[in-house]
């Protein structure tokens, strides 16, 4: 399948050029309308790209077929690429949440942080890549890996129910600051959003490509939850990279959609933890109980439309009344 790779990842390169390189040359803060029309469009995209899928194995294009029997490949193909774009999606705003959390703890002005986004959702690309390409080699070689990172995501839920972002995100600043200064001058304050500079002759970096590191650490961190999750998915590399890798794409978007109302979601984090916690056992069980694809995407879609539609629910009911004393003529 290298054609099918080489085809994929020139569009990557050319959408990421046309994003940063053409539609958002100049620095600035998307407004709330641009940001969901552009999430509206990455996610058409992701979810539309489930099409090639199902005709490429459908029909076996070039050899491809699916690691599991089945009479419909390309029906499977395409639910089960659906299936890992919906669960990265939902997993993705925890890292949205935390990178919420060091922008404000960087003081990253908002026109810069469509830049510090893009640069470090490359990087998680790359990342992603290698990191996909070993888990699936190591779980189409062990199975009995599938009890550990099964028992991991169980963890993590739990974790996750207790973890506070806050200090999570200070503890990252923190750490990286410090390990950052002994190699570098670190400077603070606006310089147009460059991620370095020459003082007095001296090489510095500034607060904005620290927390460009401290982003690209996190989704690292982040990716060791997302893949053992997308593994209990499917062990087709094409499936979970190109559904990974277009979830990702989306996230500048999203985050500007989510950034403005993040407290108002608090019952969202608590879905994304439970459905990890699902997914876990869902991967402990998988050699004894066999659950379709089609109830995998089910599940998924269902946990987390849970969580919004109650955060949505809670949200409107904790808004104050509107008054209804009026003086009398």
């Given at each position: ?277 699902v997914i876990g056992v869902k991967m402990i069980v998988r050699e004894h109980v066999h659950i379709s694809h089609l109830t995998s995407l089910a599940m998924i879609a269902g946990i987390i439309a849970t ?9 409107r009911r904790e808004l104050p009344a509107p008054s209804s004393s009026s003086e009398a003529p």
């Amino acid at each position: 399948m290298i054609w099918f790779w080489l085809g994929f990842f020139a569009l990557v390169g050319v959408l990421l050029a046309l994003d940063l390189g053409v539609l958002h040359r100049k620095a600035a803060e998307p407004t709330l309308k641009s940001a969901t029309w552009w999430t509206v469009g990455w996610m058409a995209l992701g979810l539309g790209f489930s099409g090639v899928v199902y005709l490429i194995y459908q029909h076996g294009w070039l050899g491809a077929h699916l690691h599991e029997r089945s009479d419909s490949p390309g029906a499977d193909a395409a639910t089960t690429y659906v299936s890992a774009y919906l669960l990265e999606q939902s997993l993705s705003v925890d890292n949205i949440f935390i990178i919420w959390k060091l922008f404000h703890s960087f003081r990253v002005p908002p026109k810069y942080q469509h830049r510090v986004l893009f640069w470090g959702i490359l990087g998680a690309i790359i990342f992603r890549v290698v990191m996909l390409g070993g888990g699936v080699a190591i779980a189409s070689r062990f199975s009995w890996v599938f009890y550990i990172f099964g028992a991991w995501l169980v963890w993590l839920g739990i974790k996750l129910l207790r973890e506070d972002a806050d200090d999570e995100a200070e503890h990252e600043k923190s750490f990286t600051v410090r390990v950052l200064r002994r190699f570098v001058r670190i400077v603070d304050g606006d310089h147009g959003g460059k991620f370095t500079l020459r003082i007095d002759g001296r090489f510095a970096v500034t607060t904005v490509a620290v927390c460009l590191v401290v982003v690209e650490l996190n989704d690292i961190m982040f990716a060791l939850d997302s893949i053992p999750a997308v593994l209990s998915v499917s062990r087709d590399s094409f499936i979970v990279v190109t559904s990974n890798i277009f979830a990702i794409m989306g996230l500048r978007s999203l985050y500007s959609v989510l950034a403005g109302a993040m407290n108002r979601f608090k019952y969202l984090m608590m879905a994304i933890a439970v459905l990890l916690m699902v997914i876990g056992v869902k991967m402990i069980v998988r050699e004894h109980v066999h659950i379709s694809h089609l109830t995998s995407l089910a599940m998924i879609a269902g946990i987390i439309a849970t969580g919004v539609i109650a955060s949505v629910i809670s949200a409107r009911r904790e808004l104050p009344a509107p008054s209804s004393s009026s003086e009398a003529p």
